[in-house]
């Protein structure tokens, strides 16, 4: 077996100078762990790397899978031969993520909660708990760089395009950028697993974390449903409301979705969640095309002028290849993303990060055009 070990990954990937580039060396560093393989390999390389390591795990709601991360990051800790802590922060995750997830859902919105957990949770709540215990930085197994450019701190891209999460750090607060590295960032997920078996951590086949870490199911429906929302039967239309069929709960449906329609004629797409009316609204592919993208509550990683900016794009979603695009803001909270090619699937409550070539600029809250509040929009921008 091709496995990898520390003096082969520092010739290939210069991985013992990108550390110490981040942080000074021996420094304490606290490390994100969530019982995964990414973490528990990032925890193993500044642990050899020299660092004093300190472990810590959110708590962030009760159900099995949680305390199942816990232990697992608590076993390879001990394994690795250092300490950890767990962070119990349910309160802030019920009124910052949960509560908004089902506001969110009731207005027909298809809801990101991974994003706000990021900017209004786990990185605030990390980054103070590293300042607390006088801890250099925060390091955690995103796949996503940290570097220095023109004396400034900024996120790019991942080396490995397939599992860049830069995506979902488009709205944490540039504050936090002196005090975060991403090890991983310049690494490759079949890398990772390797080393994972070279060190003998017995995560390495464990499987990737659900999108929905407080759903058993990793199910939106399933996760409104256990919040007491019910499904009730209704209409499905075409987009001039022609009714086509039925369904049994707008909560199992989401704009772009294909999988579930049960309709002939197809192929069909969701085009609108009605959720006041209880209708889903579908259409072909052609109605899903958006080149124009409104968003609120914008968020700069950086002293940006997009005036001054070029090469730009964006992403609507985290899995979504960047679109090249231009920026237009309204305000310091709201403005309005030109695509230069469509996007498809576009949905209300979703963000959009933005980029300048392959470094992270920001991103904000994906709204209807109805939504801005700046007098500009009056002028039809």
Request: some cysteine; overall charge neutral.
């Amino acid at each position: 077996m091709n496995l990898v070990n520390i003096d082969e990954v520092d010739s290939n990937l210069n991985l013992s100078k990108y550390i110490k580039s981040l942080f000074p060396e021996g420094s304490k560093v606290v490390i994100a762990m969530s019982g995964g393989v990414d973490s528990s390999v990032t925890a193993a390389i500044m642990k050899k790397g020299g660092y004093d390591v300190v472990g810590l795990t959110l708590k962030l709601h009760d159900n099995p899978s949680t305390n199942h991360a816990i232990r697992d990051a608590k076993a390879i800790a001990d394994f690795l031969g250092f300490e950890h802590n767990v962070l119990d922060l349910r309160d802030e995750f019920q009124e910052h993520v949960l509560d908004k997830f089902m506001s969110e859902y009731e207005e027909g919105k298809t809801p990101n909660p991974c994003m706000r957990c990021n900017k209004n949770i786990k990185f605030n709540g990390m980054v103070e708990y590293t300042k607390s215990i006088g801890a250099s930085g925060l390091v955690t197994g995103h796949y996503v760089k940290r570097i220095v450019r023109d004396g400034k701190h900024a996120i790019v891209m991942a080396k490995d395009s397939n599992k860049d999460q830069s995506y979902f750090l488009s709205m944490i607060s540039k504050e936090h950028l002196p005090y975060i590295g991403f090890p991983l960032g310049i690494m490759t997920k079949p890398t990772v697993r390797r080393m994972a078996r070279f060190w003998n951590l017995f995560v390495a086949k464990k499987a990737e974390s659900q999108d929905l870490c407080f759903a058993v199911s990793n199910k939106y429906h399933d996760v409104l449903k256990n919040m007491g929302t019910q499904d009730i039967s209704g209409d499905i239309v075409d987009v001039d409301g022609n009714k086509l069929g039925k369904h049994d709960g707008v909560s199992k449906f989401t704009v772009g979705q294909r999988k579930g329609l049960n309709l002939s004629g197809g192929p069909w797409f969701v085009n609108k969640v009605d959720k006041p009316n209880n209708k889903i609204v579908v259409g072909r592919m052609e109605d899903l095309e958006c080149y124009d993208i409104y968003f609120n509550q914008l968020n700069l990683l950086g002293d940006f002028d997009f005036n001054l900016m070029k090469n730009l794009s964006t992403k609507v979603r985290g899995s979504h290849r960047p679109v090249p695009c231009s920026v237009e803001t309204y305000n310091d909270q709201e403005g309005k993303i030109t695509l230069k090619n469509p996007e498809y699937g576009v949905a209300y409550g979703q963000f959009c990060g933005i980029y300048q070539d392959d470094m992270l600029v920001g991103g904000g809250y994906i709204i209807d055009k109805s939504e801005i509040k700046s007098e500009c929009i009056q002028g039809g921008k």
